[in-house]
């Protein structure tokens, strides 16, 4: 087998890049010549002065007095147009040198038009909506002050134990990375100097969503080829759109926190991606690695700067020992004028230096925020987020005037719509499912009861309830809050339940071992259903849940997500109708935890479990499972159904220089018009390393009215076909190439076709 290895050429292209990247700006330059070594080390200094939500145990101390002193180059938990004007005064008129300050956020699923959690969006598989939204959060954002967001956050998870998985995009590399370019182009626009865009940060790198055991924080340990194939692609793709920023992981790689990994930030993220823009730790990450046991304060800032971090987050490392480590010959002043000036660049992109209160329009706020247009957007986002899990008895969707049971512990709730990590969201402001459905059916006749808590368990809720009251246990029994339920619901048509996970039982550092719905839910609907009546579950969770015991009961499942401050009016929309659902699931759902690392691109081994699910001895295969998920990756219903017919490629084989057109007909067969999400499959079926099973290559979603058929092409050239070599080199290397196209990865590979050298 001959390798195409065009690094060569592509070394010679990306030191051109980075040549020009270096290309020094004057008003940068002249700053930096008058800068002394304690100011440059200032500019790295990234605090928090309270008033935001604290992800960590430190908050900062002295916030005013250090700004003045030139010791602060930006905060974040500040906001509105009055407060950052009066901490850019207090940069550019009592320091030394007046260089405003960066003001960062964590502007994750909207600023405060909050919509889904980013897990939930990605399930729209739609790429103009997730700009969208990133373009409304930085517009929103940035009338309120903000000029950096932390986002987006693609870390690749397929542990659904670790609860950030709620703030990615899922499993797969190809789609993260097609949604980190988007998010990266909707929050920062063409021009980062408007004021209507803000800079991104793509965290965390590197291979935070892999953490042993699902525990959060923890050690990730993985191949080079593993990282490269899997997991760093959406990080290259959101550098590779132009990313400002780079935000390091908690987690250790090959030894090394990220915070302090050369190879990561300056090997591979600078020389080798040709990042320009500039580094930044994680919360007291860089603190942290002498609780990882790599030294003192003094020496694990020396290791972070020399690594190549620019910034730090909160912990002041930098403030406090890099003057020490440049007199004790550790640190050169070089290196930190480097950094220094990358955070310069920073500000001179985003117009700061030219315009330090570009963001502190009074005006702005009223105008751009929660606006009729904004909540439209939300509730749009929300209703493209949901994934109809199963049908039962074409329950599904509701007569407008039916007779309803909503019943459940987030049936009329405020304090869990929004999700995780919404922390400039206002939890008051979103719409309760109960007031959705009136909205949505006025003449519906709706009868509300708890019937459970999200769980029983006071000291469970205790840890969920540290931002708030998430899980709300009710003063009733238990017992008499089913009773209750069960005599609205044997008084109605039909029983919507809506169950599953409080916001805060996904998020940074909310991992569980068992993934199931919690105990008193579980039971509530398992007597609903006994009453005979048909039962809807709106189901919602930050996580692929074990949902293994409701897919069996005679039950129609809506996973909805946390899907924003619109929640209860889209939940509405799509359980009656008036948006048929479309969304596809991103991660895979195991039967039991006991699967868990899943995902669909798991490798065949050299002894594939039988196809039939069967169990054989000596094969790779579980005693007490099929290998199996539950619902695979890209699996959604719709109310209605589409099939796929002729599946073809437009030749027998391509070569080097071509391309080859791969396409199928789908038809909708059902009795709704509707959307469907189709999703190319290929395997490269020889290769020097092992292949994946299969592995997304490409998807369209598209509209297909009642009856309507399309044909739906994709077209592959040899770069779509390329990976990760032994020796990390990207390269395709020519052989038979197996296809499918089909609704979700759960496609038999029926079609080949051959790259030819
Ligand atoms: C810690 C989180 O890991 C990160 O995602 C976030 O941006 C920072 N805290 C700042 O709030």
């Known amino acids: 087998m001959k390798k195409f290895n065009l690094s060569a050429v592509l070394l010679f292209f990306m030191g051109l890049s980075c040549l020009q990247a270096q290309e020094k700006i004057p008003q940068v330059e002249e700053l930096l010549a008058k800068m002394t ?40 938990g500040v906001s509105s147009p009055a407060k950052v004007r009066q901490a850019q005064e207090l940069a550019v008129k009592n320091s ?21 959690i980013p897990l939930g969006l990605s399930a729209s598989w739609d790429m103009e909506l997730i700009k969208e939204g990133a373009q409304m959060a930085a517009k929103e954002a940035t009338a309120d002050g903000i000029n950096w967001n932390f986002s ?65 924080y923890n050690t990730v340990d993985m191949s080079r080829l593993k990282m490269f194939n899997e997991y760093l692609p959406p990080y290259k793709a959101a550098v590779d759109a132009g990313v400002g920023s780079v935000m390091t992981s908690f987690n250790d790689i090959d030894g090394i926190p990220a915070s302090g ?13 040709g990042f320009d823009g500039f580094v930044v730790s994680d919360y007291t990450s860089v603190n942290e690695m002498v609780a990882h046991g790599l030294g003192d304060l003094q020496q694990v800032s020396a290791m972070a700067i020399n690594a190549g971090l620019d910034m730090d987050m909160v912990g002041e490392g930098f403030l406090t020992t890099l003057e020490k480590s440049v007199e004790e010959g550790l640190v050169s002043e070089e290196q930190i004028t480097k950094a220094a000036r990358r955070i310069l660049e920073a500000k001179h992109k985003i117009g700061l230096l030219d315009d330090p209160y570009l963001y502190s329009d009074e005006s702005r706020p009223q105008e751009d925020i929660l606006t009729e247009e ?14 109809l899990l199963k049908k039962h008895n074409n329950t599904l969707p ?32 979103s719409i309760p499912v109960l007031e959705g459905f009136r909205n949505v059916a006025p003449n519906a006749e709706i009868t509300y009861a708890k019937g459970a808590n999200i769980s029983n368990d006071t000291s469970f809720a205790k840890k969920v309830n540290v931002f708030g009251p998430r899980i709300q246990i009710a003063k009733e029994s238990p017992e008499a809050m089913l009773q209750e339920a069960l005599r609205v619901a044997n008084a109605s048509d039909v029983v919507v339940a809506v169950v599953g996970e409080a916001a805060e039982m996904s998020g940074e550092a909310a991992s569980r071992t068992d993934i199931t719905i919690p105990d008193s839910q579980k039971k509530l609907i398992r007597e609903l259903v006994a009453t005979g009546k048909p039962v809807v579950l709106a189901l919602m969770s930050g996580r692929p849940l074990d949902i293994s015991e409701e897919m069996q009961l005679p039950v129609s499942i809506l996973q909805v997500w946390h899907p924003g401050v619109e929640a209860g009016n889209a939940i509405a929309d799509v359980i009656f109708g008036d948006y048929i659902p479309a969304g ?12 868990v690392p899943i995902h669909y691109r798991m490798k065949i081994t050299g002894r594939p479990g039988p196809e039939s699910g069967e169990f054989q001895k000596f094969k790779s295969n579980y005693l007490d499972s099929p290998n199996s998920p539950l619902l695979p990756f890209g699996y959604g219903l719709s109310y209605t159904t589409f099939e796929y017919s002729d599946v073809k490629a437009s030749a027998d084989s391509l070569n080097a220089d071509g391309s080859i057109q791969l396409s199928a007909t789908v038809t909708n067969t059902g009795d709704y018009d509707g959307e469907e999400v189709v999703q190319l499959y290929i395997r490269d079926v020889v290769r020097s390393v092992t292949p994946p099973g299969k592995e997304l290559k490409g998807f369209k979603k598209i509209a297909l009215k009642k009856g309507e058929s399309k044909e739906v092409t994709f077209t592959i050239t ?26 979700s990865s759960d496609v038999e590979l029926k079609k080949s076709f051959e790259l030819t050298e």
């Open 37 to 76: 070594l304690e100011e440059k080390i200032g500019q790295l200094n990234l605090l928090t002065p309270g008033g935001g939500v604290a992800t960590g145990s430190v908050v900062s101390e002295d916030v005013e007095a250090k700004i003045k002193a030139g010791n602060v180059g930006g905060v974040f």
């Open 96 to 116: 030394r040198l007046g260089i405003p300050l960066l003001i960062g956020a964590d502007v994750i699923h909207g600023y405060k038009t909050t919509y889904p």
């Open 152 to 216: 987006p956050m693609v870390d690749i998870a397929r542990d659904p134990r670790w609860g950030r998985i709620a703030e990615g995009a899922g499993e797969d590399p190809y789609l993260g990375s097609e949604i980190a370019k988007a998010m990266v182009h909707g929050y920062q626009g063409e021009d980062l100097s408007q004021p209507h865009t803000m800079m991104a940060t793509v965290k965390h790198m590197a291979l935070y969503g892999a953490p042993e055991a699902g525990r959060d």
């Open 261 to 273: 990994n050369k190879w990561l930030l300056t090997d591979l993220l600078r020389e080798r991606w």
């Open 374 to 387: 904004n909540r439209k957007l939300a509730r749009k986002a929300a209703t493209r987020s949901f994934v």
């Open 398 to 429: 509701l007569a407008k005037d039916a007779k309803i049971a909503l019943i459940g512990p987030l049936a009329n709730d405020k304090f869990n719509m929004l999700g995780t990590w919404a922390p400039t969201g206002d939890q008051q402001l």
């Open 584 to 595: 596809k699931l991103t991660a895979t759902w195991p039967r039991s935890v006991g699967q």
């Open 718 to 743: 040899p770069e779509d076909l390329k990976f990760y070599n032994y020796d990390i080199e990207y390269v395709y290397e020519p052989g038979e190439f197996q296809f499918a196209i089909g609704g």
